[in-house]
């Protein structure tokens, strides 16, 4: 809920670096909850798409690049524009498994550690975009590993079907 209220603009419209409004191939850009805005050496933003039928990584094919190019070029583009931070020193990713099931990117400074950031959960977009132009199918088709902590609901179904 929290996602369609920013999106629908009931909940921190104030907040909003950036906005294409188009339904299709258009998200919004906002601080993450993580980020407190003071400095930038831990800068953290998500982008957010309207689009209410993409849920993960897994639902992207060819079709969705203009999305997704979108959010890459326009999101660099307000980032440096408002902090003045160059797309050379951002980490553009997508989660695998997502915290939340609605498509969202996440913008970090290069030099902040941000949590989910590693390569066993990070999927870089520029890569994604790429792997998509190859394949449109690469996200239905590919095996993709991802890390468990060992608390996760999700964690104990694979154990229980024998697959960990």
């Known amino acids: 809920?929290?996602?369609?209220?920013?999106?629908?603009k009931k909940a921190e419209a104030d907040?909003?670096?950036?906005?294409?409004?188009?339904?299709?191939n258009g998200f919004v850009l906002v601080p993450d909850l993580k980020w407190n805005q003071n400095?930038?050496?831990?800068?953290?933003?998500?982008?957010?798409?309207?689009?209410r039928d993409?849920?993960?990584?897994r639902d992207?094919?060819?079709?969705?690049?203009?999305?997704?190019?979108?959010?890459l070029q326009e999101g660099k583009e307000a980032i440096v524009k408002r902090f003045g931070v160059p797309s050379s020193q951002l980490?553009?990713?997508?989660?695998?498994?997502?915290?939340?099931?609605?498509?969202?990117?996440?913008?970090?400074?290069?030099?902040?550690?941000?949590?989910?950031?590693s390569v066993e959960r990070?999927?870089?977009?520029?890569?994604?975009?790429?792997n998509l132009a190859?394949?449109?199918?690469?996200?239905?088709?590919?095996a993709l590993t991802f890390p468990l902590r060992a608390d996760e609901p999700l964690l104990k179904k694979f154990q229980e079907a024998g697959k960990v």
Do not use: C
Not at 1 to 8: A, D, G, K, P
Not at 39 to 51: F, G, N, P, S, T
Not at 134 to 142: A, G, H, I, N
């Open 1 to 8: 809920q929290w996602v369609y209220n920013i999106l629908e």
């Open 15 to 24: 907040r909003i670096i950036h906005e294409n409004p188009d339904p299709s």
């Open 39 to 51: 400095q930038l050496e831990d800068l953290y933003l998500i982008a957010l798409v309207h689009r």
């Open 54 to 57: 993409i849920k993960s990584l």
């Open 60 to 71: 992207l094919t060819a079709e969705h690049l203009p999305l997704l190019r979108n959010i």
């Open 91 to 117: 980490r553009i990713y997508l989660h695998y498994q997502p915290s939340y099931q609605h498509l969202h990117v996440h913008f970090t400074a290069l030099g902040y550690d941000a949590p989910g950031s």
């Open 122 to 130: 990070a999927h870089l977009l520029a890569d994604v975009i790429d």
């Open 134 to 142: 190859m394949d449109s199918l690469y996200y239905q088709k590919r």
